[in-house]
């Protein structure tokens, strides 16, 4: 994790950080697996097996002669359509992975699995989907497009773009979006490969009713940024909002709201925003073993709203 600033230490960078994940990779795969405890990286990458589970999912193919599996996700609404995502079966990172992830400066978290706030995020959509009708939304750092693609196929909305710095986790994306095209009905979806410093996107500029993202405040460095991009896509006319949901994770998620003070938005922060979520994180808070190593500060995701 990166240090405070009271701590005498300094800061890691993103990229070192992805070094040390892409170690713990590689040391998984040694014969002395034990080694992984002397990383002291438990808090980099806190994946659960199964995390909240609020949106039912089963395997339907593993190609063993790839990383890829096939997944199908049924959306908890009555006669919505199943979704049917590709994405990685294993949460291990090649080499290959970080090399592309240090020359686009992202992070690698996308790729390596479907993280436990995207779940959230999804079921908390499709939970108040009349709010996203006929409305443009647009998902950053998506990840394989969970959330994303089920505000496409559950809520009637106008336009859905789902969005990741990374090149490789927008194949993934695009991939998705045509196997699940036909539960879209009229909704016009896509996906974009978009860095949060990007500054050729002026056709994106003040358009989107709702920006949504999920567990994206890990790295710091990437905060000023984050912010910047969440005001350029929040339309200026009439209401729009942006929907995060993050842990805490010590200071992370403060300094992130800092910037987005810095912005001239305005946030609020609830910590019980569903039932269901609630009663599955005390569950996990009185030691369910579904969830071995629940925290609440690094596993419990907030809900953030931001507004003009």
């Not at 290959?96 to 999804?122: K, M, Y």
């Not at 009637?156 to 194949?171: C, F, Y």
């Not at 490969?193 to 500054?199: A, D, F, G, I, S």
Request: glycine content about 4%; charged content about 25%.
């Amino acid at each position: 994790m990166e240090n405070n600033s009271n701590s005498a230490s300094p800061k890691p960078s993103a990229s070192s950080l992805r070094w040390r994940i892409l170690r713990r990779a590689v040391l998984s795969r040694s014969k002395n697996p034990e080694d992984e405890s002397q990383l002291g990286l438990k808090l980099i990458s806190r994946k659960a097996a199964k995390g909240f589970n609020l949106i039912p999912c089963q395997l339907l193919h593993h190609d063993h002669e790839s990383r890829d599996a096939r997944f199908c996700y049924t959306l908890p609404i009555q006669g919505c359509p199943k979704l049917v995502l590709t994405q990685r079966m294993d949460n291990n990172a090649d080499l290959s992975d970080f090399e592309i992830c240090n020359r686009h400066n992202i992070d690698n978290t996308g790729l390596v699995c479907q993280w436990p706030s995207e779940d959230v995020l999804a079921y908390f959509c499709l939970s108040h989907a009349d709010m996203f009708r006929s409305k443009r939304v647009i998902e950053l750092g998506s990840g394989y497009g969970l959330a994303g693609l089920a505000i496409a196929a559950a809520t009637d909305a106008l336009e859905v773009v789902i969005s990741d710095g990374n090149p490789q986790v927008v194949d993934y994306i695009l991939h998705n979006i045509n196997t699940n095209c036909e539960a879209f009905g009229e909704t016009r979806v896509k996906s974009m490969q978009l860095h949060w410093n990007q500054k050729e996107v002026s056709n994106l500029s003040h358009t989107f009713d709702f920006v949504v993202a999920s567990d994206c405040t890990f790295f710091k460095e990437f905060h000023k940024d984050l912010a910047r991009i969440t005001e350029f896509l929040l339309k200026k006319e009439g209401p729009s909002e942006a929907i995060f949901f993050n842990p805490r994770r010590g200071n992370s998620l403060d300094k992130f709201l800092e910037e987005i003070e810095e912005t001239g938005l305005v946030f609020s922060i609830t910590e019980i925003y569903d039932t269901e979520i609630w009663k599955r994180h005390q569950r996990f808070m009185n030691g369910d073993e579904s969830w071995p190593g629940y925290e609440k500060d690094h596993c419990y995701p907030l809900l953030i709203r931001i507004t003009r």
